[in-house]
């Protein structure tokens, strides 16, 4: 039988791979792309901002839906609640 056709073993096999290797490039990639006048609270606002705009004038079926996904922990909450605050 040729390994290609080797039968399936019966327990599960051990299977690791280490990828810090690549974390810490991929990492390094991040912050040299950021470039030094990066303003992570600023990032952060526009973030907001973003969100803001995404949310705002919902019908109220889009509304409702919102509510549910909150309710579910898909989405957080927001203000008082209401996707536009």
């Known amino acids: 039988m040729s390994p290609r ?3 399936l073993p019966d327990k599960p ?3 690791t791979v280490d990828l810090t290797g690549h974390e810490m ?3 390094t990639h991040v912050m040299a ?3 030094d006048d990066w303003d992570p609270v600023a990032a952060m606002r526009g973030e907001e901002e973003a ?3 995404l949310y705002s004038g ?3 079926e889009q509304q409702r839906l919102y ?3 909150v309710a579910a922990g898909v989405l957080p909450r927001r ?3 209401r996707a536009s605050a």
Do not use: I, S
């Open 5 to 7: 056709n080797a039968p």
């Open 13 to 15: 096999v051990d299977f």
């Open 25 to 27: 490039t991929r990492r």
């Open 33 to 35: 792309a950021l470039e």
């Open 51 to 53: 969100y803001d705009m």
């Open 58 to 60: 919902l019908d109220e």
């Open 67 to 69: 509510g549910t996904l």
């Open 79 to 81: 203000g008082d609640g």
